[in-house]
C-alpha cells in the first residue's frame, strides 16, 4: 500500500493506492496543514483496517508538502496533475486544473508527459479565490455557486473587472441596483472561464480536454469553459483528486 | 472664473481658478458623484461669495466625468495631471500619479507636455486600493498608515504575495503570528512603492519627479518610492489636486 497527498492552499487530499484499488479523502487546508493530513492518515489508516508500517511509502505534492515532515518523496504539482490525469483519462491531451489559488493549463503528450504548461499562481482572478470572495458578497456558499445560476435560463451578467477587488466592488454595486442575482453568479462563472481560457489559448487543439482541482466540481464553471475554448470540456468524479492520484501512482513506481 | 474637477474613484476635486488665485475643496465619491459635485460646487460658491454664472467655464477630468451633465468640457486624466504638475512643480520630468484605484506614471518633456505614459488602473494592487484593504485587515483608517509604521525605526516585513487577495490573507497569517504590526504596515507601504517603481522603470532620468494624487499624502510611501527609484521624490501640499489643477488651467485657456 502506498499513499499520495496534495496538500493545497484549500484543501488536503489524500489517495490510498494497492496496485489496484484506490481509497479517496480530503479535509480543509485550515491553518495547520500537517495537524490536518495527520488527522484524515489516521482515519484513512482505520477505513482501511491497515497501520501505519503497511504505508510503503508517501509522496506528496501542492503548496503545503513542504509542511509534511512525514512524506518519502515530493514531487512538482505539475508532475503529479499530468499524471493523475493521464490515469482519469487515458489519452488527455490538455489539463485545465482550477485550485482554490491558482490556476494550471498542462499540455500532455503521448505516454501522459507533460509537454508544455502555464501557471497562474500570482493573480486571484480566474482561480477558485475569487469564486469565494464572490460567494461572500453575495451571502452564498462557494460551493452553492454551480446551481444558483441554474444553466442557461438567465443570460450572464458581463462583469467588466478583471480584478477580483475591483469585480467584488462591481457585484456589490449590481446588487445594489437590484440586478438578478442569478445573472451576477452567471457572469462571474464566465468571467473565470474567460481568464483561464486565455491562460490557455497557447494549447489549441481538440483532443481530450479534462478539467480538474477543486473548482472541477463546479458544472456551470464547466459548461462556461465550453463556450469560451468552443471544445468539450470533460471531468471525472475524482477531478479533484488529480494531484494525489498522481502522487499516489509515482509512490508506486517507487515500492 | 473658471472651475475644474477631477472625478476620482475615491474622490471629487474641485478647483476655483480666476487667473491669479485657486480655491480647492474635495469629498468622498460615494454612491453618486454627480450629486457630490453639485453641493461641493454649491458650498464653493457660497465661500467665494460668486454665483453659478460667474463661472464661465467648468472643465472636467477623472473617471467620474461622464456622470456629469454640467461640464463644459471634459480632458483626460494624462492631459489634466500633466498639466497640473507642471504648475505645482516647474520643470517636472517624471510625475508619479497614486490614486484611489489607480496608478499613473507620466514622462513630461519641455513646456510641460506629455512625452509618454504608463497607467494600472486594472489591477488593485499598487493603487491606494490595496492600502485601504490591508488597512481594513489591520482594523486601521487608510489615513493613518502614512505615520502609523514611524519611520524607519521598524524595519519593514517583507509581503511576498504582489496580489491584493493574496497579500490580506498573508497579513491576517502575520498578525496571528504576532509579527509587530508596524513592521507589516511599513512592508505595505514597500510593496506599493515596489510595484509603482516597477511599472514606470522604463522612465529613468534624475529630473524633478514630483508625486501626485490622494496616496502622495502617505509621507511614508513617499520615502519607500525614494528608496525604490533611488532618485528625490517632491510632494506638494497640492498633489492631491493635481488632475484639477490642470482642468482648471485648461477651462482657462477656454475663456
Ligand atoms: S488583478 Fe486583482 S486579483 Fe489580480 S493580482 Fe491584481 S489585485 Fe490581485
Known sequence: MVA???????????????????????????????????????Q????WNISREDLRHICGTGYGRVNLPFLNTTVTEIACHCRGA????????????????DAKGIQVGP??????????DKCAAGTGRFLSVMAHALGLDVSELGTYAGGDAVPPQPINAMCTVFA????????????????????????????VAAMVARFDGDGPLLFTGGVSRNEAIRLALEKELKRPVEVNEHSPYAGAI??????????
Open 168 to 195: 467584488e466592488s462591481e457585484v456589490i454595486g449590481l446588487i445594489h441596483r437590484g440586478v438578478d442575482r442569478k445573472a451576477i453568479v452567471s457572469g462571474l462563472h464566465h468571467s473565470v472561464a474567460r481568464r
Open 246 to 255: 498522481g502522487a499516489a501512482l509515482i509512490a508506486w513506481e517507487k515500492v
Open 86 to 101: 493521464a490515469c482519469l483519462r487515458p489519452g488527455v491531451e490538455l489539463v485545465i486544473d482550477i485550485g482554490g489559488q
Open 4 to 42: 499520495g497527498i496534495d496538500a493545497g492552499s484549500t484543501a488536503v487530499k489524500l489517495v490510498f493506492f494497492d496496485g489496484q484499488q484506490m481509497g479517496f479523502w480530503q479535509r480543509p487546508t485550515g491553518w495547520s496543514p500537517a495537524e490536518v493530513t495527520l488527522q484524515m492518515l489516521g
Open 111 to 120: 505516454k501522459g508527459r507533460v509537454l508544455d504548461f502555464v501557471m497562474n
Open 44 to 47: 484513512a489508516l482505520r477505513e
